[in-house]
Nanobody
Framework: QVHLVESGGGLVQAGGSLRLSCAPS????????VAWHRQAPGNQREFVANIWMSGSTNYADGVQGRFTISREKDWNPVDLQMNSLKPEDTAIYYC??????????WGQGTQVTVSP
């Protein structure tokens, strides 16, 4: 398994930007995909974006074109650049990592609040 620590959350006005970072440690050599998910109050946790070992990426429809996920070669860190933020982006953002042969790992989350 890997241990994941998120950072970079905060309060921003609509239209602004934030950059989140996820720092994995542990069994990094077997890490093959890292994703960002988010959970707003009263809602289920939802997928935001992921990046694979190959470098390929996927985005949820609602963030496509506004958010960019990236990583260093050693996975440390995996960043989520969020531009043109909207109040509906307000949520706790979680980093998720998948390691071959192990259960998913989750970070503790970081709060993102976008004011109107």
């Amino acid at each position: 398994q890997v241990h994941l620590v998120e950072s970079g959350g905060g309060l921003v006005q609509a239209g602004g930007s934030l950059r989140l970072s996820c720092a994995p440690s542990g069994d990094i050599k077997n890490l093959y995909v890292v994703a960002w998910h988010r959970q707003a109050p009263g809602n289920q946790r939802e997928f935001v974006a992921n990046i694979w070992m190959s470098g390929s990426t996927n985005y949820a429809d609602g963030v496509q074109g506004r958010f960019t996920i990236s990583r260093e070669k050693d996975w440390n860190p995996v960043d989520l650049q969020m531009n043109s933020l909207k109040p509906e982006d307000t949520a706790i953002y979680y980093c998720n990592g998948k390691v071959l042969g192990s259960a998913d790992s989750w970070g503790q989350g970081t709060q993102v609040t976008v004011s109107p």
